[in-house]
C-alpha cells in the first residue's frame, strides 16, 4: 500500500506538471528516464522524492528522439541529486539545453516536503535520529555526566567482585522533559542494572524535543559507564 500511494503521488507531480504544459499525453503512458536510464513504471515508487534534484517533462515528438524516444509517450527526465554530476547527466543536460521550448522550460526543483501543522504530528514517539531538534539535558551533555558522576552509587557486591563496564539503556523523554519509561537494553549485574535505572530516575527534567516547532515524545538511547579506578 506504502508503495502504491507513494507512486500515486509521484505521478500526480508529473501530472500537474504536464497540465501546466497543456500535455496531451495521458499520465499512464508516461516514460521514465532516471539518471541516464529507462525505468519502468513500476520503478518509480522507488524513487525517494526528496532525492529529486530536477525534473524535466519532453513533450514534442522531435525533442524525444534526442533521448532515443520514437512514440508518442509523455518522456519524464529526473536527475536525481547523489548523481547530478555523472557523465549520465551532463550528456541529457547538454540535450536539454538544446531543445527549444515553445514556453517556459518544464525543468522544476523536486518539490520540498510539507510541513506539517501542529495538529497533524502525531501523538506517537520519535526516534532522536529524525526529529529537528534532540531532547537534551539541562546544560548539555558533559552537565549529565557530572549529573551521574555525582549521584550513582556504586553496588558493594558488584565493586567486590570487580564488575566493570558499560550498561546501555533507552527512555521517553516525555514533552515536559521528564524521563519515562526507562529500560536496560544491554547490562552487566542485576545490581548495577537497577543502579542505572535508578539514578537515570532522579534525573532532572530535560529540555524536551522539538520537532517543526511542536515538543515531542522521543526515545533517547545512552550508556552509562561503571569503572571502579575513577
Not at 500515486?8 to 504536464?18: A, D, H, N, R, W
Request: one cysteine or more.
Amino acid at each position: 500500500m506504502k508503495k502504491r500511494s507513494f507512486t500515486l503521488l509521484l505521478l500526480l507531480c508529473f501530472g500537474k506538471v504536464l497540465l501546466a504544459q497543456q500535455s496531451q499525453a495521458p499520465s499512464q503512458n508516461l516514460l521514465f528516464l532516471v539518471d541516464g536510464k529507462f525505468i519502468s513504471k513500476s520503478d518509480v515508487a522507488r524513487i525517494n522524492r526528496d532525492s529529486i534534484e530536477t525534473l524535466t517533462i519532453v513533450k514534442e515528438k522531435q525533442h524525444k528522439t534526442i533521448f532515443g524516444v520514437n512514440d508518442e509517450a509523455g518522456l519524464v527526465i529526473v536527475i536525481t541529486k547523489a548523481k547530478m554530476n555523472s557523465a549520465e547527466n551532463r550528456l541529457i543536460k547538454e540535450k536539454i539545453s538544446k531543445i527549444n521550448f515553445k514556453t517556459k522550460p518544464d525543468a522544476v526543483k523536486a518539490p520540498a516536503p510539507a510541513k506539517p501543522s501542529r495538529d497533524s504530528i502525531a501523538n506517537g514517539t520519535f526516534e532522536f535520529t529524525v526529529i529537528q531538534k534532540q531532547p537534551e539535558f539541562p546544560g548539555g551533555i558533559k552537565a549529565f555526566y557530572s549529573f551521574l558522576n555525582e549521584n550513582i552509587k556504586y553496588p558493594k557486591e558488584a565493586a567486590k567482585r570487580q564488575i566493570q563496564g558499560r550498561v546501555f539503556l533507552s527512555f521517553i523523554v516525555e514533552k515536559d522533559g521528564s524521563l519515562t519509561n526507562i529500560k536496560v537494553t544491554r547490562g552487566l549485574s542485576h545490581d548495577i542494572n537497577d543502579e542505572a535505572i535508578r539514578v537515570l530516575s532522579t534525573s532532572p527534567n530535560w529540555n524536551p524535543g522539538i520537532h517543526f516547532g511542536v515538543p515531542v515524545r522521543v526515545k533517547y538511547n545512552i550508556n552509562i559507564n561503571f569503572n571502579l579506578n575513577k
